[in-house]
């Protein structure tokens, strides 16, 4: 599916006019049409707005995979019914050496991905209990 189909989509989801979600995202009610026609494709920033705003993956919104959720978003379902592992993820979110990492849970179960973020725990905690 097309950027500008995926668009449309959401934004009719939101139940949203073109003008609207133009307000919202300080674009104008043309260029939202023109993306939806696909007759034109954002910038980057553009994308990341609108993803951001969609709560969906910038992947989703190009029409690369039928995930909407984006990788943050399905670890935190995955580890929702466990308040420490919801914690310890709150401190991993920031750290630039495991973001590469956090961005293959795409094709990963909610299983697998708890057992992952388990695994780091340990290490995190062994490490800290020989410092």
Same mark, same amino acid.
């Given at each position: &599916?097309?950027? /500008?189909?995926?668009?449309?989509?959401?934004?009719?989801?939101?139940?949203?006019?073109?003008?609207?979600? /133009?307000?919202?995202?300080?674009?104008?009610?043309?260029?939202?049409?023109?993306?939806? /026609?696909?007759?034109?494709?954002?910038?980057? *920033?553009?994308?990341?707005?609108?993803?951001?705003?969609?709560?969906?993956?910038?992947?989703?919104?190009? /029409?690369?995979?039928?995930?909407?959720?984006?990788?943050?978003?399905?670890?935190?379902?995955?580890?929702?019914?466990?308040?420490?592992? &919801?914690?310890?993820?709150?401190?991993?979110? *920031?750290?630039?050496?495991?973001?590469?990492?956090?961005?293959?849970? #795409?094709? &990963?179960?909610? #299983?697998?991905?708890?057992?992952?973020?388990?695994?780091? #725990?340990?290490?995190?905690?062994?490490?800290? &209990?020989?410092?």
């Amino acid at each position: &599916m097309q950027f /500008g189909n995926r668009l449309r989509k959401l934004r009719k989801e939101r139940k949203l006019t073109q003008e609207q979600l /133009g307000e919202l995202i300080d674009l104008s009610e043309s260029t939202i049409s023109l993306y939806e /026609g696909n007759k034109r494709q954002p910038d980057y *920033n553009t994308l990341y707005k609108l993803a951001k705003f969609f709560r969906v993956s910038s992947d989703y919104l190009l /029409g690369y995979s039928d995930i909407r959720e984006t990788p943050e978003q399905r670890i935190e379902s995955a580890i929702s019914d466990d308040p420490k592992l &919801m914690e310890f993820w709150q401190e991993l979110q *920031n750290r630039e050496d495991l973001q590469l990492l956090f961005k293959q849970v #795409k094709p &990963m179960s909610p #299983k697998d991905i708890k057992k992952i973020i388990n695994v780091i #725990k340990a290490i995190e905690d062994e490490e800290s &209990m020989e410092d």
